[in-house]
């Protein structure tokens, strides 16, 4: 294992002064959905905004033969198609397309690497790269530990070439099945390359309103000692999607909602919520807290996942008029599956400043609506005054950070009903990103692309974060496995009804958001 350069302490953090040096991105997996919906065209937006460095080529590394003139003409269609900037600019594209190069090699071949090597040291000469490598792997997950081993014996790591230059890698997710398959992924990764050179992605932490819920909470001081369970009732994070499985059934029927959105985003949703102040806002100081919050969440006992988790499948329904089927009618899902598509849990943090504080996390597919939202529903104030007077029960505050889509935050608090009576009615502090900011925010791909560029990993998961959150969703999946099959719930409703009931048992209800 070699240490990676020394990194520019004004290059990390979230607070970076961000200059890029020069880079050849390769994508492994380069003739994929994920390069074509997501990469390519962040890295186009990129361009546009002038943000990629000078030296700067992409070389799409995948098993089907190809021209470059082809690959450019696929990635042109791609980009055409999901740029957030439309119509798409010639000048830009033609630009971008002439540092496009395709490389045709099977995963599993040494010398497909070894060609790769020398074609990398050619562009090197020829667009002054130097050396620098940011590897993608985009792949199905089978293929990592493949080629992360591949790049380290053909000498694409720390190579004689360039010996002072960077090479980094990043991880799609998912980043693995389980805690064990988990380790063996990060086991292969440390045997190649060091922790500072590794980025796990999470592209709910590109997301402009996930970076700031830490600008919320540290840089205004109204929040902050409110923040505990001396105040907050309780904090519900929910992520709810109308779309079904699209296609990933064979995906996802070995993943389910628990492994697919509650291991990685939703944990890093609470992580930045729960956190203590950072001593700073560079990468380590941020992975520190965060890690901390996920080891203060105790791992289920069978029994408290009986208790604590409730598990849906999405059954045929209509939504927006339209027919849809159920999820084990759904292409390469198994017609018996027991796998969630649906799931709410109750987490507790046992540490001073949420001890007793109930987090509840619900994420499903097939919901009425897409919305990500993470609502802190503090306590009601003691009911002496208003409590008793008001012919309407006091509503609590609550502050909810909306993620997507129509990103915000909301206070809600109550307010007097003009008139003689004293009636109280809640109502909304809105501020829109929308109508304060004007322009659209960048794709998350967008700015974890950027931040990889220059070697800035704030944004992406450690590897103590990834295993500990593992371990948490680990419990729950063996505390299911005796347990009944999923509840099944109509498409287009808020999951099954004994996720109403699960929460309702605590005195509290769902928002409807
Ligand atoms: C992915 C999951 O990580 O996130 C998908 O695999 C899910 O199942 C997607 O649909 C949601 O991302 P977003 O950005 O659309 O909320």
Not at 200 to 219: C, M, P, S, W
Not at 232 to 258: F, K, M, N, W
Not at 344 to 357: P, Q, T, Y
Request: hydrophobic content about 40%; proline content about 7%.
């Amino acid at each position: 294992m070699q240490t990676a350069p020394p990194t520019n302490p004004l290059q990390e953090g979230l607070s970076a002064q961000r200059t890029p040096e020069p880079c050849v991105v390769v994508i492994f997996g380069a003739t994929g959905d994920l390069t074509h919906r997501k990469l390519v065209p962040a890295l186009y937006n990129l361009a546009h905004e002038g943000q990629l460095p000078q030296s700067f080529a992409i070389v799409g590394f995948a098993r089907r033969p190809k021209t470059h003139d082809q690959f450019r003409a696929e990635l042109r269609d791609a980009v055409a198609h999901s740029s957030r900037f439309q119509p798409i600019n010639p000048a830009v594209w033609e630009s971008l397309a002439q540092a496009i190069f395709y490389h045709q090699s099977e995963f599993g071949d040494a010398q497909g690497y070894q060609k790769l090597n020398a074609f990398l040291q050619k562009l090197d000469a020829e667009r002054g790269t130097a050396g620098h490598r940011l590897f993608y792997l985009a792949t199905a997950p089978t293929e990592f530990i493949g080629i992360i081993e591949q790049l380290g014996a053909n000498g694409l790591i720390h190579s004689q070439h360039a010996p002072t230059a960077s090479q980094r890698i990043i991880v799609e997710k998912p980043f693995g099945h389980s805690l064990s398959t988990a380790e063996e992924l990060n086991q292969a990764l440390a045997g190649a390359f060091d922790e500072r050179q590794i980025f796990r992605i999470d592209h709910y932490l590109g997301k402009e309103t996930v970076q700031n819920i830490a600008a919320l909470r540290f840089a205004n001081e109204i929040f902050e000692p409110l923040w505990n369970q001396k105040y907050v009732d309780h904090i519900q994070i929910t992520v709810a999607e109308s779309l079904g499985v699209e296609g990933r059934g064979s995906y996802y029927d070995g993943s389910g909602a628990l492994r697919d959105m509650v291991q990685n985003h939703m944990m890093q949703l609470l992580s930045l919520v729960a956190m203590e102040p950072p001593t700073t806002l560079d990468g380590p100081a941020i992975h520190d807290e965060k890690v901390k919050v996920l080891r203060a969440i105790r791992p289920m006992t069978p029994e408290q996942v009986q208790q604590f988790t409730v598990r849906g499948q999405y059954a045929r329904g209509s939504m927006a008029g339209q027919a849809v089927p159920a999820y084990r009618e759904e292409k390469n899902v198994s017609p018996d599956s027991r796998t969630e598509t649906f799931v709410a849990l109750k987490l507790f943090i046992e540490n001073w400043r949420w001890f007793g504080v109930p987090f509840y996390l619900r994420h499903g597919k097939r919901l009425p609506k897409g919305v990500a939202e993470i609502a802190v529903q503090f306590k009601a104030p003691p009911a002496v005054l208003f409590g008793a007077e008001s012919t309407t029960p006091l509503q609590p505050n609550a502050l909810v950070m909306r993620i997507q889509p129509d990103e915000g935050i909301a206070i809600r608090m109550n307010a007097k009903v003009p008139g003689n009576a004293l009636n109280l009615q809640p109502v909304k502090m809105d501020f829109r990103y929308g109508g304060s900011f004007g322009a659209h925010s960048p794709e998350a791909y967008e700015r974890l692309l950027h931040d990889a560029i220059i070697g800035d990993s704030t944004l992406f998961t450690r590897r103590d974060e990834v295993e500990r959150s593992w371990q948490i969703v680990d419990a729950i999946i063996e505390g299911w496995n005796s347990a009944p099959a999923p509840f099944p719930y109509e498409s287009g409703i808020w999951g099954p009804p004994e996720a109403d009931k699960f929460i309702e048992r605590d005195g509290r209800e769902w928002r409807r958001p």
